[in-house]
């Protein structure tokens, strides 16, 4: 992970109108994790591991799924039918 993706991380959340609260709802994380994320380091001032950066992306993969086919939150989701 590089400064540039960081402040791509951002830039996306901005692009999608979401405030640090709004992403963190829908992720599951903190705001202050989200807020960490696009500073690129974690809470002891380290890089994330591209692990944990990779579950950070895919977080915000599912945000956008989200996004696309309008389901508010996941709580409603049902896995047997997908929907």
């Known amino acids: 992970m590089t400064r540039t993706e960081t402040n791509a991380a951002r830039a996306w959340r901005r692009s999608l109108d979401l405030t640090l609260t709004d992403l963190a709802k829908l992720t599951g994380y903190s705001p202050e994790a989200v807020w960490l ?31 696309h086919y309008n389901i508010e939150t996941v709580d409603n989701w049902n896995w047997s039918t997908g929907k």
């Open 37 to 67: 994320f696009e500073s690129g380091h974690n809470s002891k001032g380290k890089p994330h591991s591209s692990a944990v950066w990779r579950r950070w992306k895919l977080a915000c993969l599912a945000v956008m799924f989200l996004r």
